[in-house]
């Protein structure tokens, strides 16, 4: 046997021992093998900030307790009339305050007679007429409010008829005097500290927007 075939055949043998331990350490594929897929990982995220839809009306929580009757009350002025707002009446009621006890403080009710119901209108001229009998003037100046909160909240079914109570307290300067100019009610050096509870009246879904004032009392 010459030399160039002996060569051939350790070739040879040296190749099929290669082969045989790449086959022993890489293993055998057969077809198109699926790649490897890394199990994917639970997102936790959406759970965590997931939009609770339905949830309290924070116009109402903000000024009443949840689950109160006077809650309640606010809820169903609200699916009377969706574009109430208590906020928006809380914000309305503070300026009415201060223009009917102003008024009242200066004996000139016209200007807000709208704003009255027909017996808090009554009561308050027997009062301002009471004061000019007895030749009374009375100097005011209204400074501000300290407090104006929700106390109470409450609505007729059948008549839709709503009443809503608020609490106001504030701090005006204001002075009676006698037809010689005495003061005899009040001092115009000090500042007066007012505590009132009023309740306001108005029609559900009615055409006219504004409440009345249908009661007072401290």
């Known amino acids: 046997m010459s030399n160039a075939i002996i060569q051939l055949l350790v070739l040879a043998g040296i190749a ?3 082969i045989l331990r790449l086959k022993s350490v890489l293993g055998t594929r057969e077809g ?9 990982v639970p ?5 965590r900030f997931e939009v609770i839809e339905g949830g309290p009306d924070s116009d109402i929580s903000d000024h009443a307790a949840p689950g109160s009757d006077a809650a309640k009350a606010l809820a169903a002025m609200k699916q009377l009339e969706p574009g109430f707002s208590v906020a928006e009446f809380l914000h309305g009621a503070r300026s009415a305050y ?17 704003f009255l119901s027909a017996d808090v209108n009554e009561a308050f ?3 301002v007429a009471a004061r000019k009998a007895r030749g009374l003037t009375v100097t005011a ?6 407090e104006v909160s929700l106390q109470n909240a409450e609505l007729d079914p059948r008549t839709h008829e709503a009443e809503i109570t608020v609490r106001f307290a504030s701090e005006l300067i204001s002075a009676a005097r006698d037809a010689s100019g005495e003061v005899v009610e009040g001092n115009p050096k000090e500042v007066r500290r007012q505590r009132d509870v009023w309740t306001f009246g108005r029609t559900m879904g009615a055409a006219d927007p504004n409440w009345q004032l249908v009661a007072t009392g401290e």
């Open 43 to 47: 997102d936790t995220r959406k759970a």
């Open 125 to 127: 001229s027997e009062a």
């Open 16 to 18: 099929i021992f290669l």
């Open 141 to 146: 100046e209204f400074l501000g409010l300290r």
């Open 98 to 114: 201060e223009l009917i006890l102003t008024a009242f403080e200066k004996g000139d009710l016209d200007s807000v007679t709208p």
């Open 32 to 40: 198109f093998e699926k790649p490897s897929v890394t199990p994917p």
